[in-house]
């Protein structure tokens, strides 16, 4: 599939089926998401990965946006791991490099026939908490993942004009 075509297909689902996804296809994923690059390849992104029934329970309490998918991963950063600009004290890559991984692994599951959503209507604090995730690292978003139970609508296929969007200075 042309990239552009694939870039097309993917849309944030929220409809999920109750069929689980094989080891073998999960892997393609998370692999996907280990290739992307991040600042310096400090790689510190970190991927939870919720499918037992006790804690897709504990993450559909968090939040409603877990979409009943039989898997929703977890996407955090080390903070004593993400590049630390020295120009500028307070900047860091932490959340930009979570962003590349997911975007990857988001782009690897819609090649593969699943279906994902970008999740952050979720309290990042209380999901850290609740998955007893190390105080050095910090959640930046959440990603149910499965076989699509649900089709794009349009607000998912309508774009702005390019022009819109792209200015040349």
Sequence with gaps: MEFLDLAKSRYSCRDYKDTSISEEV?????????????????QPQRIYVIKSEENLKKIREITPCAFNAPIVLIFAYD??????????????SGVEDVSIVATHMMLEATSLGLATCWVNAYPNAVCDEA?????????????????????????????????ATVSYL
């Excluded at 903070?79 to 860091?92: A, C, M, P, S, Y």
């Excluded at 995730?133 to 089709?151: F, H, I, R, T």
């Design 131 to 163: 998955f007893n995730l190390p105080a050095n690292q910090k959640s930046v978003l959440l990603m149910p993942l499965g076989y699509p139970n649900d089709e794009p609508c349009d607000r998912h296929t309508m774009r702005k004009d390019i022009d």
């Design 26 to 42: 999960l892997n393609k994923i998370l692999e996907a998401g280990n290739l992307a690059p991040t600042a310096k390849n400090l």
């Design 79 to 92: 903070t004593d791991e993400d590049w630390k600009n020295v120009r500028q004290e307070g900047i860091h």
